[in-house]
DNA sequence: ATTGGCACTCAACGGTGCAGAGTGCTAATT
DNA sequence: AATTAGCACTCTGCACCGTTGAGTGCCAAT
């Protein structure tokens, strides 16, 4: 039955399909390949195929083209590609020129889609374990005031707080070096019982607490989870591929950003090298006709930050995985030593 | 020659092509609008401002459609419309719950868009001259420091410097104190001359002049002008309006920002209440398809903020108009007394 | 200045008829 | 048992074609 066969036609299936966007059809496949055998051996293997689910005609009397399910075996079994020299070394040279940690993401994403061609998305590196270097606290208004909380790596979080009453110049500067005492050297984890003995000694007042809770959570790293993203414009490009203009709802996730980032959670916990999503697989309507290829960067331990590139579900598997595994390798390198 | 018919019938025209997105004719337009003529006189009329170029055929016997001269010409002759009651509440409350100048920019930058359904763009306030609150110095690595600038109406400011050689700690400690002492209390343009004598003065090395630099452009707002938008999808939902698909480069265009903040100088310069770009008139290739309603924001002194509405020449330019103009009133009310 | 009338143009639409690619099936071959 | 050649069949895509109808420009009449 020539199992290996099957698997060789699925494989030039995709690849072709990839390649010209149009189906194939047995014979064309005959031809072009180096199979050795027949277009009626290759109509076979393809029958069997179609049965497996793996690959589907539009119409009748049309080439086939790969299903969801087909493009996943595709991806099981193919290693990712290996990236070309030149372009690890662009990746390095134009990675190491920033100068900032935002401007370490922005320009990942920016790397990533031009060379995926797709749309990239990198989220912001979850903060790291690290103590607090200095906290500010400016009053704005009359009842307000801006928490900013320095730390050791580098990392500026700021937050406003409502006092909830008035409160005189001398609290508030008392506060502030209280707080400086307590907090300044601790890390998020030692310094959630520093700040509640500073709040119970002392005779504070019930808005000492808010601002506590904005320098706890500051330290944390904010509440806020963050992606970037780049290249939208390579959606409009592969538009064809969405049949009716599905383009519209895909853009609207990406603002939206709440499904990605749950996508991004799950994905994450596969914990693979490099996960993939195809089609349906991801559950969102929006992105049922698009794949994600996603890893995880950073701190390898627990709770890696992710980045990935976002196309429709006929894309270069093997070239963008090599891609966004690339990217985040060194994104890995530089946030580590950072 | 009736110059008022005429123009009755280039905002007829205009309108109706705005709302079905199909060419208008004589016929239909003698029947529904009601200005008593016959379809002859209105052709007339309309061979006179295809004459003055205001408005095209797409082909031979076809209905006429407006060209950008006969959009802008509409524009300058009708006032923007009025905002709904509803509407004017629902911004006013939808802004006014924002905590931060980031929640704040974000906000108005969807609800701008929702309220045209075209992409909006709104760019980042631009500081007041305010203060320096406080300047904190924070060591990265070997050889290379944090600077942060807090300044009194709540910004933060932050950037990397390179110090070049080796500092030692003590050396680095009192640059932080002298530059506070320096630099705590002054606007940025007292900052510079007091931050040349503090660098004349003392045994410092040239690193401190690279950090001084750095706090001077922190404490003016950093160097860095960004925009922010939202409702690309909206594109794509018009994107039959783009012959060819040529929603790719106005995204690419727009993720650039560096043409789009071009433009936006240059409406800010016109100093209009609300102005308009339509199609090629905003010079650059990308945007040759599509409008720019815009308005100023913030200080009404020398250099507002800008922000609009970017979507196909074929917009409805009188709502547009009103909800740019009403957004930028109460964005402006909200960042003048934060 | 306006209008009715008329000839003319041209996109859009539906029908019709190939050409070609691709398939499934069966019978022959190895 | 697997492979292949052959054949009938089914579609889509394309070109061609006449018809329809909206819309125009122009001219003479009001």
Chains 1, 2 share one sequence.
Not at 297 to 321: C, I, N
Request: no cysteine; hydrophobic share 40%; charged share 25%.
């Amino acid at each position: 039955m020539s199992e290996d066969r099957r698997r060789a036609v699925l494989h030039a299936i995709v690849e072709g399909y990839v390649a010209t966007s149009e189906p194939v059809g047995s014979k064309a496949l005959a031809a072009a390949s180096e199979m050795g055998v027949s277009s009626a051996t290759i109509r076979n293997d393809m029958a069997a195929l179609e049965e497996e689910g793996l690959i589907a005609q539009p119409h009748t009397s049309a080439g086939r083209i790969p299903t969801d399910a087909g493009y996943r075996r595709f991806v099981d079994q193919v290693a990712s590609a290996a990236m070309h020299e030149p372009h690890k070394r662009a990746i390095s040279t134009f990675l190491s020129d920033a100068v900032d940690l935002n401007d370490v993401v922005e320009r990942s994403v920016r790397l990533l889609s031009q060379l995926t061609r797709q749309v990239a998305v990198v989220q912001y590196p979850s903060p790291r374990e690290s103590p607090v270097r200095r906290v500010e606290l400016v009053r704005i208004g009359a009842d307000r005031a801006l928490v900013v909380v320095v730390s050791a790596d580098a990392r500026v979080e700021q937050s406003t707080v409502s006092l909830g009453r008035h409160v005189t110049e001398d609290e508030f500067e008392s506060a502030a070096r209280g707080l400086n005492e307590v907090a300044v050297g601790r890390t998020p984890t030692e310094l959630a019982p520093s700040l509640a003995t500073w709040l119970s000694r002392g005779t504070h007042q019930e808005w000492a607490s808010s601002v506590a809770d904005a320098v706890l959570s500051s330290a944390r790293g904010g509440t806020v989870e963050r992606v970037v993203f780049a290249g939208t414009s390579n959606l409009a490009r592969a538009a064809s591929d969405f049949e009716t203009n599905a383009i519209g709802p895909v853009l609207d996730a990406l603002e939206e950003q709440v499904v990605l980032l749950r996508l991004l959670h799950e994905m994450a916990e596969e914990g693979r090298d490099v996960s993939v999503r195809i089609g349906a697989e991801n559950g969102a309507d929006a992105f049922s006709r698009t794949s994600i290829v996603a890893a995880g960067y950073g701190s390898q331990g627990d709770s890696p930050s992710l980045l990935g590139a976002l196309g429709p579900t006929r894309m270069d598997y093997p070239g963008t995985m090599a891609a966004v595994r690339a990217v985040a390798r060194y994104l890995s390198r530089i946030v580590e030593t950072e």
